[in-house]
């Protein structure tokens, strides 16, 4: 059962290990992502980007995700295209090719829809979208073990920080 707070909301208190796996009450997880998190998008793509580049996919998700649910409408695809991104990198790391597969795929499909304007907040959304699917194929194509750290880093932003 989920760990609920005052007003009967589910809240994610069980400790969880690098890849977002839930580990036993009581035990020394990694540090979570407050469940009310809140940061302007700029703030939330270089805390995703840190994330990522820190092998910690599932984190980076967390982040993307409370942006997601926080942006204006004609934003949220982007940024649930984001957090589905790395969703397919956790589903990389703790070694699940199909959802790795399902999720890269959902994810270019998402911020692709983005490519014919200006991209928000500088988000690199074509080379974004175009790595996703060539991950996904590499994957189908030849398994988890052609994916190399590098490509479950890639850069978030256009724009250097």
């Known amino acids: 059962m989920r760990d609920r707070d005052e007003a009967g909301r589910a809240r994610n208190a069980r400790p969880r290990d690098a890849y ?37 996919p599932f984190h980076a998700h967390e982040v993307l995700e409370a942006a997601w649910k926080a942006a204006p409408e004609a ?7 984001l957090a589905q991104l790395a969703v397919g990198f956790t589903h990389v790391r703790r070694g699940n090719p199909r959802g790795a597969c399902t999720l890269l795929r959902r994810a270019a499909d ?10 928000p907040h500088g988000i690199a959304v074509a080379d974004l979208a175009a790595a996703a699917r060539e991950l996904a194929d590499r994957i189908e194509r030849d398994g988890l073990d052609a994916v190399a750290d590098a490509d479950l880093t890639p850069r978030l932003s256009a724009r250097r920080a």
């Open 20 to 56: 977002g796996r839930p580990l036993p009450h009581g035990a020394a997880g990694e540090e979570r992502v407050p469940d009310d998190y809140a940061a302007a998008p700029a703030e939330a793509l270089a805390e995703a980007q840190r994330l990522l580049d820190a092998d910690r």
């Open 110 to 119: 998402r911020i692709a829809s983005y490519a014919d304007a200006p991209a």
């Open 75 to 81: 934003e949220r695809a982007l940024w649930q295209g």
